[in-house]
């Protein structure tokens, strides 16, 4: 049996300051490297129109336990010792936080690529879907921009 | 005593285009369980299944998988969490 990993995962239907989770998450898990990252809605559309709001449906019962599944998954295979996933459903303002990845690791390449590859993962293994809306019209957006391609 | 119908679940843009989220696919007559390609197939939607996934009872799964009776079957359209 490996080492103990924590793995917290949280949907958030409410606004979370990353901040604050972070200074209570990382006093808990207290580790030499940590790697964060956090998402925020931008305040434009694909389209490059002012966006009004972002909002964010889930498939309930199966995202969450996605994310624990990635995050387990991506936790065991690059060797850290906790990750924390933060994600927001439902209806968000721009500059709002989306999402948020913390790994705490002995080193820093660990908790770098970690986090890198969890972000991937959940972004095209969650069941989540975003729909911009601008102007009172709302768009689903089809699918993520891959890394390296503008994501 | 019939066997439990399959729970058909549609989410976002697919949702809105067949103009409902869940319903129970009646467990059919038949030898052969049930597959999602063939339930997507009955449904009618214009979507190809190429550009979906599929999920059973909460894990992504493929098309050609057996159902048994009351699985939860899910059409997801392209992902865009994150």
Request: hydrophobic content about 40%.
């Amino acid at each position: 049996m490996g080492p103990v990993i924590s793995v917290q995962v949280l949907l958030s239907p409410e606004p979370f300051d990353p901040y604050s989770l972070l200074a209570i998450w990382s006093a808990d898990h207290p580790a030499a490297a940590e790697s964060h990252f956090i998402g925020r809605v931008r305040p434009v559309t694909g389209a490059n129109q002012q966006l009004d709001a972002l909002e964010l449906e889930h498939y309930p019962g199966m995202a969450e336990r996605q994310l624990q599944q990635l995050a387990t998954t991506q936790a065991q295979h690059h060797g850290v010792k906790a990750v924390l996933v933060q994600h927001r459903v439902g209806l968000i303002t721009p500059k709002a936080a989306i999402v948020l990845v913390a790994v705490a690791a002995d080193r820093r390449g660990p908790a770098q690529r970690c986090c890198q590859a969890l972000l991937e993962a959940l972004k095209h293994d969650a069941p989540f879907w975003k729909r911009e809306w601008s102007a009172g019209v709302g768009t689903w957006v089809q699918g993520n921009t891959p890394l390296g391609d503008g994501g | 005593m019939a066997a439990a119908p399959i729970r058909l679940r549609l989410f976002a843009s697919l949702r809105e285009e067949a103009g409902w989220e869940q319903q129970d696919w009646p467990w059919p007559d038949q030898n052969q369980p049930p597959t999602p390609e063939q339930i997507w197939r009955s449904l009618g939607l214009t979507a190809s299944l190429d550009d979906l996934r599929i999920a059973v009872n909460f894990e992504f799964a493929g098309r050609q998988q057996p159902l048994q009776p009351g699985d939860e079957l899910a059409f997801l359209s392209p992902i865009s969490g994150g």
